[in-house]
Nanobody, 115 residues
Framework: QVQVVESGGGLVQPGGSLRLSCAAS????????MGWYRQAPGKQRELVAS???????NYGDFVKGRFTISRENAKNTVTLQMNSLKAEDTAVYYC?????????WGQGTQVNVSS
């Protein structure tokens, strides 16, 4: 059973930074894509960023250059560096890993942006 575990959430002030990590229980090369999504209270889950096994990245429109997704292949980890955080970035952030026919989700990590 594939496991995906997020870490790195917490409380940060507006304008601050956080680095989220997503650790997979198997080699990340076995997934054709991995991504970060978020869900705020009362809102639908939305794409934050994704990266393919070939290194291609995709970001949600709201990111606007503030976040960077990257792969740490040797650690089977995908990280999300978030800078210039805003109050509206407050949400539970989820990681997923995709194989043909299967999507594996983590339990999520809470990010709170507040002064």
């Amino acid at each position: 059973q594939v496991q995906v575990v997020e870490s790195g959430g917490g409380l940060v002030q507006p304008g601050g930074s956080l680095r989220l990590s997503c650790a997979a229980s198997e080699s990340i090369f076995s997934f054709y894509a991995m991504g970060w999504y978020r869900q705020a209270p009362g809102k639908q889950r939305e794409l934050v960023a994704s990266v393919t096994s070939g290194g291609s990245t995709n970001y949600g429109d709201f990111v606007k250059g503030r976040f960077t997704i990257s792969r740490e292949n040797a650690k089977n980890t995908v990280t999300l560096q978030m800078n210039s955080l805003k109050a509206e970035d407050t949400a539970v952030y989820y990681c997923n890993a995709k194989r043909t026919g299967n999507v594996y989700w983590g339990q999520g990590t809470q990010v709170n942006v507040s002064s």
